[in-house]
């Protein structure tokens, strides 16, 4: 199967080959060099200080933002959250559960955030900010500048939930300012999910130190000890952790984060170059590299035919746009001949009257 | 590397194939084919009455520790915890933190739970009993029986952190009356580390459901309804869940929990018969079928020249035991010849001088 999904993504012939392996023991000092790597690697390609620390969660995406909002924040911060689908939503619940006082921007769907907007909470006592930079379920990328400025200028802890974006759209936590960067093993890092990775800013750290969390698995202070001499309070996803530093070090031969942007930049333009004489609309604003949300008629009979007559897979949708919106990714393992196979059986299906 | 370890364990073939594919798109009907067929088998292994469930954590054990003390527990209970090493100690520390009453029974390395001893804690207004049945860093498995027994004249709420004895010694949640089981994807299910799987009697589950669980990644309500039809509210790591369906199917084939149990119990078996002419004594009180301490000299440079001259590798101990006593696993992808292998290894050492 062809996949062109948001993840979990094709991965390369070695992470699957690292994937095929045993699982080695891992309280020794090999494995403490491995996570070490992946920690200096995960920081540079995000920009991170020399300050700054990764770990990694064994969990879901949702595991990392939970933990990040346990742990960052308290009952005596005001946070600002950009609502703008399923993932900021997920912020405003992690909030509730957890006595973090918050105002929501709620956008809508496919539309990027303004200055406008931003300037209406300004002054207004906030003290941290939350965005899931790209919103996968539109493939919007919120405008990181605006951002980034507006957090600069009212003194904000910003964090990022680059879960669908890291390795997509650049992302420079020293420039941008970023305090967390969250993101995830299965996304355009290509490996199977069951790791979510975080970064801290010396910031993000002080905050950790200096906060009290009701929990163990969550606890980032442990996290971050251990991670010190490359090791984990409790027995990990050993095996995605291998697979993640294949990766890594895949993208850092291939000539780091900014050669793998563009690969993935360029295989969205050429998507996107390609379906233009075919009746399907791309109107989303400021689009993310990672995903193009398409509109068309028929969406759900395309997303079954390319599925069951091409072997190709695209992300379908629920609800209301079920039939009116499919999207493609454009992470993983995937090469400008796979978007041609795509084009093609988009091609043959308009021919035949699908949509 | 030959692997003798308690965890992560060697994977069979199978197991090891599926690691290697592709991960599939999991928001769709086979996936949740696989997760209910998952839970099935999982329910048939512990001999769960029908009326139970089994769900899957994206996490490592203390995962499914800490949501189960999370989710079954308030601060109404008053729970007692068998303290016999690093795991009872585990629990202890999500009690006090979760803010659960508990009174620990403190035991002795190696010693196993006597009916005086449960005796002196009868009728003091316990709500709950929280066991790790295998005691993995002394091989020590604590009497089912008598704990069972207890629990019933007490009418105490019996949680089995049965992590590393699944699959190595019978644990029937019916006739034990069971409430909550606790296990992981690496020890003898024999698949990567990263999932963590609860099995929740009715009275489990009415438990939860009656409980506010201050947690979105923890809440098992959401986690017990998505499982209802195979999904999971949060990404799971699908691959790792795939290639416990491979494992599930496999025991099933080969005769079900039983001849699983058997075959791991004739290989502990086999190694304790065969190291009985060698300077090295087995002190440990109840044995578990899934590891063996083995007491001896210069146990440390025995689990080095294992390592590094024979390609052999056993669980060496920290602190005080360090020289003392190593762990020889006998859960994963191991066979009888492979037992001949180690013992031929020891042997040579022996002979040398070594010990």
Redesign the interface.
Known sequence: ?L?F?V?????SGEV??V????????RNEEFSQIMLENEELMKEFVYADENSRAIFI??????AM?ATVMNVFNNSDKVLIVNGGGFGQ?FV??CQ??DVSYDEIKLDFGCNITKEILDSYSNKGFTGFLVNICETSSGVYYDIDLISKFCRDNNLFLVVDAISSFLCNPLNMSAHNVDVVIT?S?KALAC????SIIVLSQDALKRIDDNHV?????NLKELLKDGERGQT????????LLQINARLKEIKFHGGVEAEINRVSNLAKDFREKIKNLPMEINTESLSNSVTAVFCNNASTIVDKLKFDYGI?VNPNGGYLSNKMFRVGHIGNLSIQDNDKLIKALYDLHNEGVF
Chains 1, 2 share one sequence.
């Open positions: 199967m996949n999904s993840g979990p993504v094709m991965s699957l080959k994937g095929g392996e045993q699982t080695p023991y891992f064994t969990g879901s995406g949702t595991a939970e997920r619940e992690l559960i957890h995830g299965q199977p999910p069951g790791i009701k929990s163990m698995y969550f309070p409790f027995t990990p996803a050993v095996g995605i897979w």
